[in-house]
């Protein structure tokens, strides 16, 4: 069924709006059906770490006696879990962060001051935004993350083919 908006040209920021908020839709539904992913938990914890899409069923494992390989997480994996941490805790202290908290929360987690991509935080109206996401590229896979009302999301998810996490005007 078509929005309030279709068939209407957007002014490039507002497009470009429109589509970081669908990847944010297309991130929420990866993240639910097993894409690498940190989620929060309900103690702000990430839950689990990273998925791999897989999964094993623990009474099949018990009766058979067999283990799952393991292996080490991916540097992205490892980096979405530090900025999963860093992003708590300024959710923690700031239900609505800033650009600069969110830019100095994904630097001290680790993410790469020449990668690190931070969306805007006034609409085209001068309205305040409901969130501010930054994201950066690392072993080619971008690390997005959120604080929205103090909780902190995280997700893995590919590069764009223009080698940026987001679309749209960057700032």
């Known amino acids: 069924m078509p929005g ?40 702000g914890a990430p839950s689990g770490g990273a998925s791999t ?12 006696g067999a283990a799952e390989p393991t292996q080490p997480p991916s540097e992205a994996e490892v980096l979405a879990a530090k900025v999963q941490t860093s992003l708590d805790n300024l959710g923690r202290t700031a239900k609505a ?7 100095a929360a994904m630097l001290e987690a680790g993410a790469a001051q020449q990668t690190l991509e931070l969306s805007i935080d006034k609409t085209p109206t001068g309205l305040a935004v409901d969130a501010i996401e930054a994201a950066s590229v690392i ?3 971008c690390i997005i993350g959120q604080v929205r009302s103090g909780v902190a999301s995280v997700v893995v998810l590919p590069v764009l083919a223009s080698g940026r996490c ?4 960057q700032h």
């Open 166 to 169: 987001f679309v749209g005007d």
């Open 97 to 103: 962060p800033t650009r600069d908290q969110m830019k």
């Open 53 to 64: 899409g897989t999964s094993v069923d623990s009474g099949a494992a018990a009766s058979t």
């Open 4 to 43: 309030p908006l279709s068939g209407r040209r957007l002014p490039k920021r507002q497009a470009g709006l429109r589509q970081a908020f669908a990847a944010l839709g297309l991130a929420a539904a990866l993240v639910t059906t097993g894409c690498s992913s940190v989620a929060p938990s309900q103690n």
């Open 139 to 141: 072993a080619n896979q």
